[in-house]
């Protein structure tokens, strides 16, 4: 399983962004997909997670209410639609790919950067 993200960047503090995961590759292993952040000089923190199938999501604590998981079976894609963004959300944004076992499969993470 491969796992491009992006959909980083610039934001004003109060914005939006969304971010997107393509996987690709033995997609039928995936049993979910999330989203991980790493702040600077911080440790990488969940976010949230999608079922591949059956679309379940589950959220952190900071995230509900202002993210939001999503996913497009057809394009083999998982969206993080972040809205209401601080300063606290600049980060480096990975998605990862869950068999069962661990998350096993790692994008290469896009940055986002919130500007108070």
């Known amino acids: 399983v491969q796992l491009q993200a992006c959909g980083g960047g610039l934001v004003q503090a109060g914005g939006s962004l969304r971010l997107s995961c393509v996987a690709s590759?033995?997609?039928?292993?995936?049993?979910?997909v999330g989203w991980f952040r790493q702040p600077p000089g911080k440790e990488r923190g969940y976010v949230a997670h999608i079922l591949w199938n059956g679309g379940g999501t589950f959220y952190g604590e900071f995230a509900k209410g202002r993210f939001t998981i999503s996913k497009n079976n057809g394009k083999n894609t998982v969206y993080l639609q972040m809205n209401s963004l601080n300063a606290e959300d600049t980060a480096v944004y990975y998605c990862?790919?869950?068999?069962?076992?661990?998350?096993?499969?790692w994008g290469q993470g896009t940055q986002v950067t919130v500007s108070s």
């Open positions: 590759g033995q997609t039928s292993r995936i049993y979910s």
């Open positions: 990862a790919a869950h068999k069962g076992a661990g998350w096993h499969y």
